[in-house]
């Protein structure tokens, strides 16, 4: 034996003619859960394509400068550029973009070590006081692990 599915006293719907009694919906209940991109969403996307880059270089930039300027830390440098390399790859992609943000990260940096050093009295071009200061090995492997990282951690 089944069960009847409708209750004693139910209507039966009449598909031919409308039904007064029953109001209609502006839209079905299972919408609630669908996302709809609406325009207000559209223009901090763009924006954030910008911005974040723009923070990181400068964030990089900053850091760079506390520590191989007013610090005169030169190990710390190739840490830092590992970390902000990890950190652009994971905020940035694809890999080719990340890679040329994290680059442009670390020479912003090292530009801003030799700018620190000007203001501090020193007459060297950049390339001559980086390779005096901080020795080519830490600007080889900054380099290479900003760039690096940026590119592998945005897979």
């Known amino acids: 034996m089944t ?3 409708h209750q004693p006293g139910d209507r039966r719907p009449q598909p031919d003619r409308p039904q007064p009694d029953r109001p ?6 299972s919408d609630r859960y669908v996302t709809r991109p609406s325009t207000s969403e559209a223009a901090p996307g763009r924006l954030d394509a910008l911005l974040v880059p ?5 964030g990089t930039g900053i850091a760079f400068v506390v520590l191989g300027g007013i610090l005169l830390v030169t190990a710390g440098l190739v840490l830092v550029a590992a970390f902000a390399g990890w950190l652009t790859g994971r905020l940035i992609s694809p890999p080719a973009r990340a890679a040329v943000v994290g680059l442009a990260a670390v020479v912003v940096g090292l530009l801003g070590i030799w700018l620190f050093g000007r203001i501090e009295g020193g007459v060297l ?3 001559d006081y980086l390779a005096d200061v901080e020795g080519p090995i830490v600007v080889v492997l900054s380099l290479l692990a900003g760039v690096g990282l940026a590119a592998a951690a945005s897979r």
Do not use: I, N
């Open 125 to 127: 071009d950049p390339l």
């Open 24 to 29: 209609q919906l502006d839209r079905p209940p």
């Open 54 to 58: 723009l923070g990181l270089v400068l």
């Open 3 to 5: 069960t009847p599915t």
